[in-house]
Structure formats: C-alpha cells, structure tokens
C-alpha cells in the first residue's frame, strides 16, 4: 500500500555533495525507524543512516560527519544529505521505513562519485 519515492540520485565529482529524498505515498503517523542503506557490487547492503521513533539518529563510521539525516513530518519524507563525497560512497541507496505493522523499501536511486 505504502510506496517510498526515492529521488536526488546522481554523479559527482569527489568532494561534492548531493541531497537525497524518500517520500511516502501514504501516511505515516507512527514509526520505530527510517533510514538509509546502500548497496555496492559485491558488497552487503549495509546501513548509512536512520532515525527510530525516540529521535535517536546514528551513522556508519565512513559517514559520521559527512552525512545528515533529517525528516519533514509535514511532507512525509525523509532526506539524506550528503556532502564531502567520496568515490567509496558509490552505491545504490534504499531508503527504508519500518512501523509496527510494517517494513517497506524505496526503489533505490544510484549514486556515483567519480575522483
């Protein structure tokens, strides 16, 4: 039922930045997490970034102080802003929202950093 858009995907040079965001289709009043994941060839998707539904937020090591997380209640979407990119950040990101009910996944939108 519920759809996450995935947008802002793209190719930058190294030390650029790049904005993305998740949007749901649907409402979400209440959730135990939102985050971000990426996907690299030949490696395991493994968690960026995420929220849960106290307001703890926490970041992958590679990422701490080079990536935010944030969400606008209003549009029902969460963003991942990246700056300071690098080309070991070339992944594809999947944004994921889990509630008590449900797990869903975005469809992922590539990024890719060149040097």
């Known amino acids: 039922q519920v759809q996450l858009v995935e947008s802002g995907g793209g190719s930058v040079q190294a030390g650029g930045s790049l904005r993305l965001s998740c949007a749901a289709s649907?409402?979400?009043?209440?959730?135990?997490?939102m985050g971000w994941y990426r996907q690299a060839p030949g490696k395991q998707r493994e968690l960026v970034a995420g929220i849960t539904s106290g307001g703890s937020i926490n970041y992958a090591d590679s990422v701490k102080g080079r990536f935010t997380i944030s969400r606008d209640n209003d549009k029902n979407s969460v963003y991942l802003q990246m700056n300071s990119l690098e080309p070991e950040d070339t992944a594809v990101y999947y944004c994921?929202?889990?509630?008590?009910?449900?797990?869903?996944w975005g469809q992922g939108t590539q990024v890719t950093v060149s040097s």
């Open positions: 649907g409402s979400i009043f209440s959730f135990n997490f």
């Open positions: 994921n929202v889990v509630t008590k009910l449900w797990s869903n």
